[in-house]
């Protein structure tokens, strides 16, 4: 196969866990590229998602490195076959990478849990609110790039919106909800937009009032996605270098755990709906 320019996230994901399972087992680069016939340059670009691999290829693969998880292996042949060409690939060259491999991430998602303390999560956000939250970055976006960003948001939303939803869970902060991000009838317009998903069945809104007492957790702003089995689960996080997409099973451990706790201190989806009300009738 022809080596890519730039994997995507997906693929890039599926080269790293054949280079888990490879190591598990202790072989060599070297030797994986024995067992297909190729060299060791080839295993590589595999291993990096530079270049695909057949669904073939990954159940050779898993056989020899013992894999004893037929859903795991099923999983990776079928990110293998995947050739999906999503609504996102009509930003390919006009927004960052990253955009992309988000959206992508969201439309695999077989569950989607969300935490914020500052602002609405992105897949609630109304429009205005979202170009008020990406026009604020340093330096200034152009305003073709900032529409651009916009839409692509407001295109996001398929995930809960479409035919085929998929289940969402967000723990919002109060904060969040009492931040202006515009003006009054813009912050009660967006605060209804938050109650009009809520009531949707695969849709779940808690929030985490101001004063709760010993709440340590504000650091905890998370995307997590739910993979076809739990060992492809994926965070997202906002790093200093840009979007960090996590996968190692401890670092997802861990964040399982953290929302577990962030949900276990939030009110319950009626009492949160109820208390989202009382917000936007004191604005």
């Known amino acids: 196969m022809a080596r890519r320019k730039q994997p995507t996230a997906r693929q890039e994901r599926l080269g790293a866990e054949l280079r888990?399972?490879?190591?598990?087992?202790?072989?060599?680069?070297?030797e994986a590229a024995a067992l297909l016939g190729t060299d060791s340059a080839q295993m590589s670009q595999i291993e990096f998602g530079t270049a695909g691999v057949s669904e073939e290829r990954v159940r050779r693969l898993a056989a020899h490195y013992a894999c004893s998880d037929p859903?795991?292996?099923?999983?990776?042949?079928?990110?293998?076959?995947?050739?999906?060409?999503?609504?996102?690939?009509?930003?390919?060259?006009?927004?960052?990478?990253?955009f992309l491999d988000l959206s992508e991430l969201e439309h695999h998602a077989t569950y989607y849990w969300d935490v914020n303390f500052l602002h609405i999560p992105g897949l609630l956000q109304t429009e205005d609110y979202a170009r008020r939250i990406l026009g604020h970055r340093v330096p200034e976006l152009p305003d073709s790039e900032l529409e651009l960003r916009v839409q692509h948001r407001m295109d996001r939303k398929v995930i809960i919106q479409g035919p085929h939803p998929t289940p969402y869970e967000t723990v919002i902060h109060e904060a969040a909800l009492r931040i202006r991000v515009g003006d009054r009838p813009a912050a009660r317009l967006q605060l209804a937009q938050v109650l009009e998903a809520s009531e949707a069945d695969h849709v779940t809104v808690r929030v985490i009032p101001f004063d709760?007492?010993?709440?340590?957790?504000?650091d905890s702003t998370m995307v997590y996605a739910g993979g076809a089995v739990p060992k492809l689960d994926t965070v997202v996080r906002d790093a200093p270098s840009g979007t960090a997409f996590i996968d190692s099973e401890a670092q997802l451990g861990r964040f399982r755990t953290l929302f577990r706790r962030m949900v276990a201190?939030?009110?319950?989806?009626?009492?949160?709906?109820?208390?989202?009300?009382?917000v936007a009738k004191e604005l």
């Open 265 to 278: 201190a939030s009110l319950e989806p009626g009492r949160s709906r109820d208390f989202i009300n009382r």
């Open 212 to 218: 709760l007492d010993g709440f340590a957790g504000a």
């Open 20 to 30: 888990k399972l490879r190591e598990a087992a202790g072989l060599k680069g070297r």
């Open 71 to 98: 859903e795991l292996i099923e999983s990776l042949v079928a990110m293998a076959a995947d050739r999906t060409h999503g609504w996102w690939e009509g930003y390919r060259g006009l927004l960052p990478t990253p």
